[in-house]
């Protein structure tokens, strides 16, 4: 062109950059803008516009800047391209600025515009923002169409809230806007993020009703509803309806039905079956697969097979993840091989794979129910070293490790931990380890201390009173210990009675009958024997004689 002498002019250049900016040809669609520049040719709205398809949001603010410096005000076809461009990029607080500088500088939003942006704020959970924008497109005489009572339905989805999804897919009925297959699948999501099968089969019925072809997305969402459920059977008869429909089966479908069989208690030999089918239907089993099949053999307890699955996995190249070694380490543990356990995760480590804290979770707890201690501890420290804080779950465990063990200084110095953790819920469950440990450990007046500082607290609401819980009878004085073990009955009982002796004076009369209340006996609900009972018992005849 320019060896014939033919100048190229802007709707030249404009072909040319919009050739790069659909190849995404990003650098090559900016140097001829640059090109162009340098020539003296004047940029239109149309040029910058193919400039943000090229650059997309990484560029967007710099497509901005150039127009600016060409004096270029933006139409509403740049802005709805600007946002496009932020939305896609999930910049989803850029693409509402975007937004309101171009209702701000005149522009008029379509439905594209309102519909991309809805659909953005949607997908990152802003379900607050996206309702002030529909409020705004209202105002505007805008209307919702199927596409935006779709992606907000999905957002609910995506939120749990599949109550709110149902209302407004009925408002969207009722509304006369005619549902599609992606409103109907986003409303079967919603069922399957809580486990509601039976719900989701509803929403199956309506498609079809409507005349909407449910695809493979629908069944396979409905599966793992019903799994989710842990509703195993339903989840197959889904599956034999989808063949039954036509549909054919994908990984995720399949997933659905081994997590299913993993949830059902381990029907280990259902799940191999569907993953036979899965192979045979020319589909290779990726992470999600192996590590659900090897849940399936952890819950029913086949530990061997578990470490089979996890030798297929590693022989077809599937790198096993944080899920994976959780569930080979927890089967581990149900057989009491710690020791093959603990060396998972050291292999996890040599890896690179973050141990989640599940993981030691497991291992403390399994250390401790088996009376290793020291291991349990190891467990513990392995965790501090790898960042990991301990939960509930963790803190629980260590307590009943020290109990056992007697280390009474190393239990008070964790319960000191949990105290300042403002995440954690110091309950009476914990305390009540921790009494017991003292008093085990014959630390006595240390244990009173801890008792009054948790009754001062309200720590044990049953146990309010220092003197313990009236009966408004008349005849009763009585210690209410329901909430207390056997550990921790002792100290309440033994306080109680130094209670009762110090306000016991010849002005002061106590009831001629004293009740102890453990939660078994003739003033609670059982009539059954109970160790707290028994324990409560056999200290009272022990200081009797």
């Not at 997590?259 to 992470?287: F, I, Y």
């Amino acid at each position: 062109m320019e060896a014939d002498g033919c100048v190229p002019n802007c709707v030249t250049y404009n072909a040319l950059i919009g050739v790069c900016g659909r190849a995404r040809m990003e650098d090559q669609a900016f140097g001829l803008f640059e090109r162009m520049r340098a020539e003296g040719v004047q940029a239109d709205s149309y040029t910058f516009r193919a400039l943000i398809k090229a650059g997309g949001r990484r560029r967007a603010a710099e497509v901005i800047q150039l127009m600016e410096e060409d004096g270029c005000s933006p139409d509403s076809s740049t802005y709805n391209g600007l946002i496009s461009a932020y939305s896609k990029g999930r910049q989803v607080q850029e693409a509402l600025a975007m937004f309101l500088k171009m209702k701000h500088q005149g522009g008029v939003p379509n439905a594209f515009t309102y519909n991309t942006l809805i659909s953005a704020l949607c997908k990152v959970g802003e379900r607050k923002q996206a309702t002030k924008v529909i409020e705004m497109m209202e105002s505007d005489g805008g209307e919702l169409d199927c596409f935006t009572y779709s992606a907000l339905i999905n957002a609910y989805a995506k939120g749990h809230q599949v109550d709110q999804a149902f209302h407004l897919f009925h408002k969207m009925k009722q509304s006369g806007v005619v549902p599609n297959a992606f409103t109907y699948n986003a409303l079967v999501n919603a069922c399957e993020k809580v486990g509601e099968g039976s719900r989701a089969m509803e929403v199956l019925r309506m498609m079809e009703e409507d005349g909407c072809t449910p695809d493979c997305i629908t069944f396979s969402s409905l599966i793992s509803a019903y799994a989710k459920g842990h509703q195993v059977d339903d989840a197959f008869r889904v599956f034999e309806l989808m063949k039954g429909a036509g549909v054919a089966p994908n990984h995720f479908t399949f997933n659905a039905l081994i997590s299913a069989c993993e949830k059902a208690g381990g029907q280990v030999h259902r799940a191999w079956s569907v993953l036979q089918d899965m192979l045979q239907a020319g589909l290779t089993p990726d992470v999600i697969t192996y590590s659900a099949l090897i849940s399936a053999c952890e819950k029913a307890g086949q530990c061997d097979k578990a470490f089979e699955v996890h030798s297929m996995m590693e022989a077809a190249g599937c790198v096993p993840d944080s899920i994976t070694y959780t569930a080979l380490i927890s089967a581990c543990t149900k057989v009491g091989d710690l020791t093959r356990a603990f060396h998972i995760l050291e292999h996890m480590k040599k890896q690179d794979i973050s141990a989640n804290p599940h993981i030691y979770d497991i291992l403390v707890q399994a250390c401790e129910n088996c009376g290793r201690w020291e291991e349990a501890f190891l467990g513990y420290a392995l965790m501090s070293k790898d960042g990991k804080q301990a939960d509930e779950i963790t803190y629980s465990a260590l307590l009943k490790a020290y109990e056992k063990s007697q280390q009474w200084e190393k239990a008070i110095e964790l319960y000191r931990k949990m105290e300042q953790r403002n995440d954690i819920s110091v309950s009476y469950a914990f305390c009540n380890t921790l009494l017991s440990t003292l008093w085990r450990s014959g630390q006595f007046s240390i244990a009173f201390e801890e008792l009054k500082r948790a009754l001062e607290e309200d720590m044990y609401p049953q146990a309010k009173e220092p003197m313990g819980n009236r009966i408004d009878n008349g005849a009763f004085l009585a210690l209410d210990l329901r909430q207390f073990t056997c550990g921790s009955a002792l100290p309440r009982l033994v306080l109680w009675l130094c209670e009762l002796d110090k306000n016991s004076t010849p002005s002061h009369r106590l009831p001629s009958h004293l009740a102890i209340i453990t939660g078994s006996g003739r003033l609670s609900p059982s009539n059954s024997s109970s160790t707290v009972k028994n324990t409560v018992a056999a200290f009272l005849l022990k200081v009797q004689s």
